[in-house]
């Protein structure tokens, strides 16, 4: 059984920053592209930020610069760092992975159970 298990979100004022972090555990061969989404409410989930094992990144355009997204393959983790927040930046933000839980498995699809960011004008 894997598992994604985000923390760190919360409420914060525009202009503060908050740290997320997803911790991937359970039967967990490899771990290709790690990524976070968000959804606000009324609209569509939308890609944030996302990096492959390598460490190559990918920024939504309105986050580019502010968020910054890391991950640690030793403890099959991932972060996002986001920086002089915005109430548009409010919404559930979701840790999504692509992982192999069998050697030469398919690579599969999982979420994590979303975490709440508030930003107060």
């Known amino acids: 059984q894997v598992q994604l298990v985000e923390s760190g979100g919360g409420l914060v004022q525009a202009g503060g920053s908050l740290r997320l972090t997803c911790a991937a555990s359970g039967s967990i061969v490899s771990i290709d592209g790690m990524a976070w989404y968000r959804q606000a409410p009324g609209k569509q989930r939308e890609l944030v930020a996302a990096?492959?094992?390598?460490?190559?990144?990918n920024y939504a355009d309105s986050v580019k610069g502010r968020f910054f997204i890391s991950r640690d393959n030793a403890k099959n983790t991932v972060y996002l760092q986001m920086n002089s927040l915005k109430p548009e930046d409010t919404a559930v933000y979701y840790c999504?992975?692509?992982?192999?839980?069998?050697?030469?498995?398919?690579?599969?699809?999982?979420w994590g159970q979303g975490t709440q960011v508030t930003v107060s004008s």
């Open positions: 999504n992975a692509d992982l192999r839980v069998r050697w030469y498995g398919p690579t599969l699809e999982y």
């Open positions: 990096i492959t094992s390598g460490g190559s990144t």
